[in-house]
């Protein structure tokens, strides 16, 4: 039981370049989440999802994109990256349902810096 | 809006010593409160879930309470350790399900030998 998985780990993008990062979880929650952690701005939700083929905008979701097509994956896209998306990037998931219900894993982080 | 404050942001203390984290929010309307742990460089780690029904959890020398109608939440360490040394922060999910969290700052705990 891996729990939450991301891929990369560390990356390194120019102004103007994309990406996906990974996140995938074999708990088989149903909720999924992506944060971003920035010094002195604390954990903020970019996108979240409530189930496969479905996502909705957080607390910051402009430059940002996300799919799940399939309930174990949840990918976060950058088209156009910008010096602003330099953070650390978290996904979590969670149980929908049962006595914890909204508990929030979270995994390991994505350290993204864009130049 | 909901905010989440934690305070203070910083605290250190000699091993063996009980401590107390504090969590307060401005919506009492919340579905749940979550305490975490993070380690430098890491991820978050769960320790307690407080359900909004639920006044306290305990999971070993931990110990978290909720008083949603004063907006405030405790995190007790017991007899603690140098291994206890991380940020700890505290999260309040909106009273849905799948409602979004808040997030606290965190407040980043050294605990001396």
């Known amino acids: 039981n891996a729990g939450v998985t991301q891929t990369p780990k560390f990356r390194v993008l120019k102004t103007g370049q994309s990406m996906t990062l990974l996140c995938a979880q074999d708990?088989?929650?149903?909720?999924m989440y992506w944060y971003r952690q920035d010094p002195g701005m604390g954990l903020r939700l970019i996108h979240y999802?409530?189930?496969?083929?479905?996502?909705a905008k957080g607390e910051v979701p402009d430059g940002y994109n996300v799919s799940r097509l399939k309930k174990q994956n949840f990918l976060l896209g950058l088209e156009s990256a910008a010096p602003s998306q330099t953070s650390v990037y978290f996904c979590?998931?969670?149980?929908?349902?049962?006595?914890?219900?909204?508990?929030?894993?979270f995994g390991p982080g994505t350290r993204l810096t864009v130049t | 809006k909901q905010e989440v404050t934690q305070i203070p942001a910083a605290l250190s203390v000699p091993e063996g010593e009980n401590l107390v984290l504090n969590c307060s929010f401005t919506?009492?309307?919340?579905?749940?409160l979550q305490w975490f742990r993070q380690d430098p460089g890491k991820g978050l780690t769960s320790l307690l879930l407080?359900?909004?029904?639920?006044r306290e959890q305990t999971s070993g020398r931990l110990n978290a309470s909720l008083d949603k109608s004063s907006g405030r939440s405790t995190l007790y360490i017991a007899a603690s350790q140098p291994g206890d040394s991380a940020t700890y922060l505290c999260?309040?999910?909106?009273?849905?399900?799948?409602?979004?969290?808040?997030f606290g700052d965190g407040t980043t705990l050294t605990v001396k030998p």
């Open positions: 979590a998931s969670s149980y929908s349902r049962l006595a914890r219900a909204g508990e929030q894993y």
């Open positions: 708990m088989n929650h149903e909720y």
């Open positions: 999802s409530v189930g496969e083929g479905t996502t």
């Open positions: 919506d009492s309307a919340i579905y749940n």
């Open positions: 407080i359900q909004s029904s639920q």
């Open positions: 999260a309040v999910r909106r009273n849905t399900n799948a409602g979004k969290s808040t």
